[in-house]
């Protein structure tokens, strides 16, 4: 399926906006410090490892509601390595927890599976490292 989601425009000084065209929601992008930008808002590469998290806390969230498990509350602590030459990442490291999910051994197997298996986890590339952990 073939679909227009969003615009992306070059604002200057390194900085993007894109806009999501059905809600209008826009997010800014700015080229990080140590790659020549003022590291006042998610730089790209932030929100691919944003994405992966969010993606996998969606898909987490459509097998709790499915098990009927209650997974408000579920956070999650990102790392994101980038290497130099090239320039890309290289792993990105998510931390989940939930102190306190009302979950079998077996529902919480079925969470992590669907974590690991989110469009997005399995859009990227082959050579990125991606760590996954949970405590709950």
């Known amino acids: 399926m073939e679909t ?8 200057g000084g390194l900085r993007t906006k894109a ?3 059905r809600s209008g929601n826009a997010i800014t992008t700015d080229a990080p410090v140590d790659n020549n930008g003022k590291g006042e808002a998610f730089s ?9 998290s ?21 956070k ?13 990442i ?14 079998t051994e077996e529902q919480k197997q ?4 669907a974590a690991r298996t989110c469009p997005v986890a399995l859009s990227l590339s082959a ?5 996954i952990s949970f405590e709950f």
Do not use: W
Not at 44 to 52: N, Y
Not at 95 to 101: A, D, I, N, Q
Not at 110 to 113: A, G, R, T, V
């Open 110 to 113: 079925k969470l992590k599976n």
């Open 44 to 52: 790209p590469t932030d929100l691919v490892s944003a994405a992966l």
């Open 127 to 131: 050579e990125l490292k991606q760590t």
């Open 90 to 103: 290289a792993e990105i490291k998510i931390h989940f927890t939930h102190s306190g999910l009302v979950a």
């Open 76 to 88: 999650s602590e990102i790392i994101k390595v980038m290497t130099n030459s090239p320039r890309k």
């Open 4 to 11: 227009m989601m969003a615009s992306v425009e070059y604002v």
């Open 19 to 21: 806009t999501h065209l």
């Open 54 to 74: 969010s993606c996998m806390m969606t898909i987490m969230g459509i097998v709790a509601e499915r098990e009927g498990v209650n997974l408000t509350g579920l």
